[in-house]
């Protein structure tokens, strides 16, 4: 009996001292599946685990606690982890700790609480965060124009907004799509949703909500947006008080020389830009480079935007959403693909740009207590998505680069802060 007992005390003292820690590997060979790797870290978090995101160690690496249960969530999403030893994760921890090391500890404290800003009955291929939240089984919550007006923000950590139009000119889908079913219907439901809420227009309503988001923004929230979600948003604030729809979005003239009415000091990143008036033209103003891809200055198999190299320790927040695999990303076109240098404000930091004209691909800032990001494009692995084309499946692209930012940007609110020294 007492030989049991000392061998059953050998193994627990064994299995302590050498299985302490899981460590999900995030570099390019090392992670089978670096988006199901987040869902897990994620996973982790809300069942009130301890997790490390380990910045610039190994293209970005989680330190999670050994446990039955996450080793066994790891199996089950495919996900590559090693188990360390106290010893190992200690020597790791003092490596990364050493000043001459380009590398930080951050430390995630709890689950963010995400919602998604899209229209009802929309499904979730239909913009690439919630194709990726669904593939990395990061639940979310889908909210829209009553939730936001009815103060629900207040409900969440962070907000994400994607193939959106503030302006209220229906996504400037009237020159190619004005007769089709879809756009009909849609200008039909936004129509009696801004009736239904007490607007006379559906242009007053979206930049009641635009507003709404601001100020969700300015109180200590994160906004994540992506393809026209970015500029048009920025536009509507821009643009309060200023009618700058055509007759066929809202059924009176815009404002004369609504132009020279623009506020820029109103935005949260542009500045500068001239808005495009023609109904017609599939683009909101000249922020935008999309026009720059369609002359053939861009070929897919050319387009790669580069993400920038911040210091770990003094920069942790920008190291933590530009944390990948690689430095150079695949580039993808959305109805806003990248943003003009020059209509940037100067306190914006470009954390990807392409090299080829300089475009900004991936910026952030912030704005009054919290924080905002702006990815162009539309599908980080479909180059130029159409309406109608088919979702992207993801276990196709279980180590795509584009959509780690995307993530990175959904684990960042679960960060304990510190300043950002640039």
Known sequence: MRKVIYFLTLFFFINKCFAAFILLPMEAEGQQNHLKAYGITYWALDKSYKVSWLLNYRGGSFLLPD????????????????????????????????????????????????AVYTPKGKQPWDDAVTLVLTYAEIPYTEIYDEEVLS?????????????????????KFFGSYRNTPWYIEQKEKSEALAKKLGYTKVSEQKLAVALKIRD???????????????DSFDIALSAEGVDIC???????????????????????????????????????????????H????????????????????????????????????????????????????????VMGECKINGEAR??????????FTFYGGHDPEDYQHRVGDA?????????SPGYRLILNNVLFPAARKKKLKT
């Open 151 to 171: 103060d629900q923000l207040l409900l969440y950590d962070w907000l994400h907004l994607h193939h959106e139009d503030f302006t209220g000119q229906y996504g």
């Open 362 to 371: 991936y910026i952030h800032g912030t704005k009054g207590k919290g924080m």
């Open 216 to 230: 969700f923004v300015i109180g200590g929230g994160f906004m994540f947006a992506m393809c026209s979600a970015t």
């Open 391 to 399: 979702p992207t499946v993801l276990d196709l692209h279980p180590n």
């Open 67 to 114: 446990a039955p249960e996450v080793r066994k969530e790891c199996q089950i999403r495919g996900v590559t982890f090693e188990v360390l030893s106290d010893a190992a994760t200690n020597l790791i921890l003092e490596d990364i700790s050493s000043p001459s090391q380009n590398m930080e500890t951050v430390v995630l404290e709890k689950a963010p609480k995400i």
């Open 246 to 292: 055509e007759p066929m979005f809202d059924g009176d003239a815009s404002a004369p020389n609504y132009q020279s009415l623009i506020n820029y000091s109103n935005t949260f990143a542009f500045k500068d830009y001239a808005l495009v008036r023609n109904p017609i033209v599939y683009e909101f103003s000249d922020i935008d480079t999309t026009e720059e």
């Open 294 to 349: 369609g002359k053939g200055v861009f070929t897919m198999d050319k387009d790669y935007f580069t993400l920038m190299e911040y210091s770990a320790k003094w920069d942790p927040i920008p190291t933590m959403l530009c944390q990948n695999h690689t430095q150079l990303v695949k580039g993808f076109m959305g109805q806003t693909t990248a943003f003009a240098a020059d209509k940037i404000k100067s306190n914006i930091l």
